[in-house]
T-cell receptor, first 117, second 111 residues
Framework: ETGVTQTPRHLVMGMTNKKSLKCEQH?????MYWYKQSAKKPLELMFV???????ENNSVPSRFSPECPNSSHLFLHLHTLQPEDSALYLC????????????????FGPGTRLTVL | GQNIDQPTEMTATEGAIVQINCTYQ??????LFWYQQHAGEAPTFLSY????GLEEKGRFSSFLSRSKGYSYLLLKELQMKDSASYLC????????????FGTGTRLKVLA
C-alpha cells in the first residue's frame, strides 16, 4: 500500500449504530488530520494529531471521537450520529517541519462516504 | 474572520487556457495550496506558494500576491481529464498546522 488509505470506502449506518473509520498513512509523516466534506461546503478540519497528540479539536460534537494509537494510524469512532453528519470523511497526513511553524503538503486518502439514515 | 473565496463553477474548452481565482482573508498566512479533486476521489496536491510571484509546473501555474490576499491557478492546453474541482487552501501561522479551504471551483472542460 502506498500513500494514505482509508477503510471502509462507503458506510451506511443508522442513528443508533456505532462504527469506526480507519486511516493509515505509509509516508512516514508525523501529523494526521480528519476532515469533513459536505456538498457545496468547504473542507472542514475536524481534528489534528501531531506526534500522536491531539492538537486541534475544531468544535466537533462528541459523537465523533478520534483515536491515534501511533503516528501511522488514525481512527474516527462514530456513535449516535445524525442524518446531517452524512458526508465524505477525508483523512490526511503531513510532515511537520522541524523547528516549526507550519507543515509540508498534506496528502489525502480517498475518503469514506458516510450515509446516516 | 477567516474567508476564502473562489468561483463555484467554470466552463472552458479543450485546448484553451483557464484562470481560477482565489481571494483570502485569514488570521495568519504560511502558504497557499492548490489541490485538484476528481469526483469521488481524494484531493491531490498541485502547487504551493509562500512568496509572491508565479510558480510554474508544466501545464499548471500558480500565482500569489500576499499584499492583495490573492492567488490564481492557471491551466493551459486544457484536456478533458482536467474536469475536476480545484481547491484553494491557506495554511495559517497559528501553530496548529491548520489549512483553511475554499469551497472549490468545479471546472468543466468541453470538447
Amino acid at each position: 500500500e502506498t500513500g494514505v488509505t482509508q477503510t471502509p470506502r462507503h458506510l451506511v449506518m443508522g442513528m443508533t449504530n456505532k462504527k469506526s473509520l480507519k486511516c493509515e498513512q505509509h509516508l512516514g509523516h508525523n501529523a494526521m488530520y480528519w476532515y469533513k466534506q459536505s456538498a457545496k461546503k468547504p473542507l472542514e478540519l475536524m481534528f489534528v494529531y501531531n506526534f500522536k497528540e491531539q492538537t486541534e479539536n475544531n468544535s466537533v460534537p462528541s459523537r465523533f471521537s478520534p483515536e491515534c494509537p501511533n503516528s501511522s494510524h488514525l481512527f474516527l469512532h462514530l456513535h449516535t450520529l445524525q442524518p446531517e453528519d452524512s458526508a465524505l470523511y477525508l483523512c490526511a497526513s503531513s510532515q511537520v517541519r522541524a523547528g516549526g511553524p507550519g507543515t509540508d503538503t498534506q496528502y489525502f486518502g480517498p475518503g469514506t462516504r458516510l450515509t446516516v439514515l | 474572520g477567516q474567508n476564502i473565496d473562489q468561483p463555484t463553477e467554470m466552463t472552458a474548452t479543450e485546448g484553451a487556457i483557464v484562470q481560477i481565482n482565489c481571494t483570502y482573508q485569514t488570521s495568519g498566512f504560511n502558504g497557499l495550496f492548490w489541490y485538484q479533486q476528481h469526483a469521488g476521489e481524494a484531493p491531490t496536491f498541485l502547487s504551493y506558494n509562500v512568496l509572491d510571484g508565479l510558480e510554474e509546473k508544466g501545464r499548471f501555474s500558480s500565482f500569489l500576491s500576499r499584499s492583495k490576499g490573492y492567488s490564481y491557478l492557471l491551466l493551459k492546453e486544457l484536456q478533458m481529464k482536467d474536469s475536476a474541482s480545484y481547491l484553494c487552501a491557506v495554511e495559517e501561522t497559528s501553530g496548529t498546522y491548520k489549512y483553511i479551504f475554499g469551497t472549490g471551483t468545479r471546472l468543466k472542460v468541453l470538447a
